[in-house]
């Protein structure tokens, strides 16, 4: 067993895996897994620099992170940031903060690494699954980006595309410095018709059409899958390979993108962080099991954060 930390530095989120990592077994035993919204990305597509406020948000986090590490005694300790933080002028700043708080650098990593991780982080359970058809398309919908890793033990295409939750809120949503409650119709259009040109290009990397088994990564689609669920409070386990038809996700989004933030807010398993954006995300999803013909999804807790770990367990 090796004793690993693995940071995920969202847009929206920084997530935080403790774990005993089992490379002879492919077993990864959590010690503490944590998440908080600081959104670190919040203007940053209309700006191109990463606010002061989310900065120390993010930097906030990073200090209650920095001390569960050190109670737990991990030995190796890696740091991956993405979207937001490959976007900004002034990432030099967050990443200072990042060292001087944890000790590490972090590393801003590509899309294309992005996706390799997330795919392995999803799937390394799911290999041995009779019930599930080869190959595997991944589909990690962050606040950002979109990943899209297309394979069956291993990566065989994988394509990163900018449409996430809060890009797509922040570019389509927001009028007058207010977010649009509930969205107008022609304000849903554009959101539709960005996420088809997004997946027109992840299509000239990744045959999207060939995959026979879709999994759905991130906030965005567990938040769907909870609520799919019926779930009183969100529920990890509950929520992990769960299968959530399209039917069941074309209703979900209907409610979503008709609904006040008041409604949004009373939803049981809505994360606070998550009712401004949550209506964005799910539209990417809806758009992405329409364009792929798949009949369901399914729900991984597991994604890059894992996959961040058993990097660090070989």
Known sequence: MKRVAAIDCGTNSIRLLVADADPATGELKDLDRRMQIVRLGQDVD???RLAPEALERTFAACREYAAVIKGLGAEQVRFVATSASRDAENREDFVR??????GVEPEVITGDQEAEFS???ATKELTARADLKRPFLV????????????GSESVRAARSVDVGCVRMTERHLVHGGDISDPPAPGQIAAIKADVAAALDRAEETVPLGEA???VGLAGSVTTVAAIAL???QYDSEAIHHSRISLAKVREITGMLLSSTHAERAAIPVMHPGRVDVIAAGALVLLS????TGAGEVVVSEHDILDGIAWSLAG
């Open 46 to 48: 209309r700006t191109g």
């Open 97 to 102: 903060g990042v060292v001087d708080i944890l």
């Open 119 to 121: 795919f392995n982080g």
């Open 139 to 150: 589909v990690d919908i962050g606040g950002g980006s979109t990943e899209f890793v297309l």
């Open 212 to 214: 026979a088994t879709l």
């Open 230 to 232: 019926g779930l009183g």
């Open 288 to 291: 992405i099991m329409e364009r």
